[in-house]
């Protein structure tokens, strides 16, 4: 299978290009992380408006669906228009598609978590006097930790995987690896950036476990069961 | 207004219509490539989780497997092989595609195939047993009709993703909807990306409307409220967080 497109991997290919590659891989980092994080900022308020109040609970969910079904090489050319489809290589545009991927996910999972806090849990922070939102902030929304996590492994996997896409709009990470490869017939760009992308979701992955470690202790046990699913 | 002013006038231009390029043939096109991936994956990876859910031998190996194959993006399978010799542009670009979206098919269907025959009540099979059904007996009358609403949540979650990511397959010469929205994009011509990009939309919208459809009448009636109930769910809990 792999005749004629040059060896599967030459090392020197790599040792050569590296400055690019570690660029490529810094962009990728980069679309990534402001992704998830503004991604996170916007879901959880509209999670919480969702799970408290049912009237909103419909249209937010229908908007995330609507954005979520929408193909991400799609959405990158109808955001083209509205966020100035002009430069090629426009984070703006990047970023607009990339979080709204991240939106139904987080939303979900982090509505998910709250309809799961017992209501035990609930009634012993009225009893002792908490407010709402005091409640929210100190009971609902940590004991819904262990499922935004959940939520966040996903998203933060499939937006990895999505930036190599925005190479077709002038940036991709370490997708530029996958055109220039195609565009020379040659192995080693595409397997470089493959190894890269996958080492990158694996590393993310783990420090997302670590951070859930850190911050529910007690839901060692629970997780397993959610793993389980 | 001016910008949606050019795409009616795109699509209400006859040319667009027709010959290889027009928006019957690409919608075809996508249609087709997107239909044959998800029918091999639905018999490679429904197949191979429906054994391991019934056999419950390394099922969690394979569905941890599947889940670390999630990450590999598409797009490097795509042209990674579209260069092999072997494979390269054959019949227009289809083989490449083919093969690298039914690999993106297969974990979300392989999965959710898998957990759903294991959900099954271990009461409800050894009742089942008890009665006297054979391994094969128990799979069609209990496992397999119990294990639907996720079987279905997979195939559903699998479809949205090939139609969506079939759009790529242009990047490797296929003639598709995608097509339109990569030339676009390279030519700066937002008209016809936008285009592309709305019938895209369009036919994830009526996918996803066919499956619920189908989903509703290969359900049994009992399950049908449960199943209705974590649809929303499906199409993101379809990747575990394992």
């Known amino acids: 299978m792999l005749l004629g497109a040059g060896p599967f ?13 570690q660029g490529e891989l810094l962009q990728h980092i980069v679309l990534s992380l402001i992704a998830v994080a503004i991604g996170t900022v916007i879901s959880i ?13 419909t249209p ?12 991400s090489l799609a959405l990158f050319a109808i955001l083209g228009p509205i966020t100035g489809f002009v430069p090629p290589g426009s984070y703006t545009t990047a970023e607009f598609a990339l979080v709204g991927y991240t939106l139904l996910i987080l939303i979900w999972n982090t509505v998910a978590g709250l309809d799961a806090v017992p209501s035990d849990a609930r009634e012993a922070a009225t009893a002792l006097g908490y407010s709402e939102t005091a409640a929210l902030i100190r009971v609902d929304l940590p004991l819904a930790l262990p499922y935004i996590f959940a939520g966040l492994r996903v998203a933060t996997a499939t937006v990895i995987g999505l930036v190599t896409v925005t190479v077709l ?13 195609f565009n020379i017939a040659y192995n080693t760009p595409i397997i470089v950036g493959l190894v890269l992308s996958v080492a990158l979701a694996a590393v993310a992955d783990l420090l997302l476990v670590g951070a859930e470690r850190l911050l529910v202790p007690w839901g060692r046990s629970r997780r397993r069961a959610l793993a389980g699913r | 207004m001016g910008f949606l002013a050019h795409v009616f006038g795109w699509f209400t231009t006859s040319a667009n219509w027709t010959g290889s390029q027009g928006i019957p043939t690409l919608f075809w096109n996508q249609l087709k490539l997107s239909a044959a991936v998800v029918v091999t994956a639905i018999a490679l990876g429904g197949g191979l989780g429906v054994f391991l859910g019934h056999t419950g031998r390394g099922g969690l190996i394979a569905v941890n497997a599947a889940n670390a194959f999630r990450a590999v993006p598409t797009l490097a399978l795509l042209t990674l092989l579209a260069i092999q010799p072997a494979i390269s542009l054959k019949w227009d670009g289809f083989l490449a595609s083919w093969l690298a979206l039914t690999a993106l098919a297969i974990p979300p269907i392989l999965t959710n195939t898998y957990v759903g025959m294991q959900q099954v009540d271990a009461d409800v099979r050894d009742a089942a047993k008890a009665m006297g059904l054979t391994g094969g007996q128990v799979l069609r009358t209990v496992e397999a009709p119990l294990a639907v609403p996720f079987v279905m949540a997979g195939i559903r979650t699998a479809s949205i993703e090939v139609v969506a990511t079939s759009t790529l397959a242009a990047y490797v010469s296929y003639s598709d909807l995608g097509t339109l929205v990569i030339s676009g994009l390279d030519t700066n011509d937002a008209v016809v990306a936008f285009s592309g990009a709305l019938l895209v939309a369009v036919m994830a919208g009526l996918v996803t409307l066919v499956l619920s459809l189908l989903t509703r009448i290969v359900t049994p009636v009992p399950l049908r409220r449960r199943a209705r109930r974590s649809l929303l769910g499906a199409a993101t809990t379809g990747v575990p967080a394992t």
């Open chain 1, 169 to 181: 709009i002038g940036l991709g990470g370490l997708g530029q690896q996958f055109t220039y490869g």
């Open chain 1, 45 to 57: 308020p509209l999670a919480v408006l969702a799970w408290r109040y049912r009237l909103v609970r």
């Open chain 1, 60 to 71: 937010v969910f229908g908007f995330a669906s609507t954005l979520y079904i929408i193909p």
């Open chain 1, 9 to 21: 991997i030459r090392w020197s290919y790599i040792t050569g290009n590296w400055s690019q590659i």
